[in-house]
């Protein structure tokens, strides 16, 4: 699932030397891309495999396929072959991999603080760790979800939610659409996991990556 209409160089390369991987072990795959400037949207019909919207589906692809993993990769990622085969044999239901978002070293993950805001995360959080560490959400850069899952979560799937800015204030804003995919997941009996043992490069006007 890549959501978008252009990659980097660097993720095709990641992309065809793991087709060639998944064919020599007899694993059938399908790749699924789908483009709107809307980025909520974009998922949404990325993971029903569509051109149009259809709130009646209630499966990824609307059930016309069957699959064992959804395999969530950003066109701007760069990944190994191991990285890849280590989420999809991995037993948690949803897992991502480890990538630096900004040159502070934030990474796409997030614990909530006491109002259930998101709160960014740093590497230096993560690289001692050597087994996948529980988080309150990710973002779908690299992320590997079981069968099951999405067909759990209400549609549509990637709503964006809103939360209080302050305890003290009316106003609300927005959670991204792939936080606010997590906090439903959760929500359904989902945990989401980080293994920062998959650590991705992450092609921007530079490349971020961790040692």
């Known amino acids: 699932m890549t959501p978008g209409s252009s990659f980097v160089p660097e993720y095709l390369k990641s992309l065809v030397e793991t087709t060639k991987e998944l064919n020599a072990r007899g694993i059938s795959y399908h790749f699924i891309s789908r483009y709107s400037s809307f980025v909520p949207t974009a998922r949404e019909l990325t993971a029903l495999d569509a051109t149009t919207h259809d709130f009646e589906a209630t499966a990824p692809g609307k059930g016309e396929f069957t699959y064992n993993k ?10 190994k072959v191991e990285d890849f085969m280590k989420l999809y044999e991995s037993d948690l239901h949803i897992v991502s991999g480890l990538y630096v978002l900004d ?14 805001v998101p709160t960014r995360m740093n590497k230096l959080e993560f690289i001692l760790h050597e087994s996948p560490v529980q ?8 992320v590997a979800v079981k069968a099951g899952v999405f067909e759990s979560i209400p549609r549509p799937w990637f709503l964006i939610g809103k939360i209080k800015w302050k305890d003290d204030s009316e106003m609300r804003v927005n959670v991204g659409e792939d936080y606010s995919w997590c906090g439903n997941a959760q929500r359904s009996g989902f945990k989401i996991w980080v293994d920062p043992t ?6 921007k006007q530079t490349v971020y990556f961790i040692e």
């Open 103 to 116: 040159p502070m070293g934030t990474v796409a993950a997030q614990l909530p603080d006491d109002r259930g």
């Open 135 to 142: 988080v309150g959400g990710v973002g779908f850069g690299f």
């Open 70 to 79: 959804l395999f969530w990769i950003d066109s701007d990622i760069e990944w």
């Open 198 to 203: 998959v650590k991705l490069r992450h092609h």
